[in-house]
């Protein structure tokens, strides 16, 4: 088992940044691909970003790429997602995930093993 905690939410006025975090425990993290999905009011989930286990690679929606940077400390145990320049569309809450699996199929919500809590983000215009 893998338990997830994000923090770093808040509310940040469009054009503001903030810095969301996700620390992992109970299993090693460092062979785990890690995304980040948000959820809207009234939306459905949707994927955000990843990185894979060696952080070789990531990977973002088109609706945040050049905004939004994921990375991974994997001595801290941890999985980060900066968002800069911040749009209210932005608003949501957003969850950190971990994939026992593998790559291929990173944007895919259903196929992350374990959930954190998420943490609420919101963006006044």
């Known amino acids: 088992q893998v338990q997830l905690v994000e923090s770093g939410g808040g509310l940040v006025q469009a054009g503001g940044s903030l810095r969301l975090s996700c620390v992992a425990s109970g299993q090693p993290f460092s062979s785990y691909c890690m995304g980040w999905f948000r959820q809207a009011p009234g939306k459905e989930r949707e994927f955000v970003a990843a990185i894979s286990w060696s952080a070789a690679s990531t990977d973002y929606a088109d609706s945040v790429k050049g905004r939004f940077t994921i990375s991974r400390d994997d001595a801290k145990n941890s999985v980060y997602l900066q968002m800069n320049s911040l749009k209210p569309e932005d608003t949501a809450v957003y969850y950190c995930?971990?994939?026992?699996?593998?790559?291929?199929?990173?944007?895919?919500?259903?196929?992350?093993?374990?959930w954190g809590q998420g943490t609420q983000v919101t963006v006044s215009s």
């Open positions: 995930a971990a994939d026992r699996t593998g790559w291929r199929y990173r944007r895919l919500e259903y196929e992350y093993d374990y």
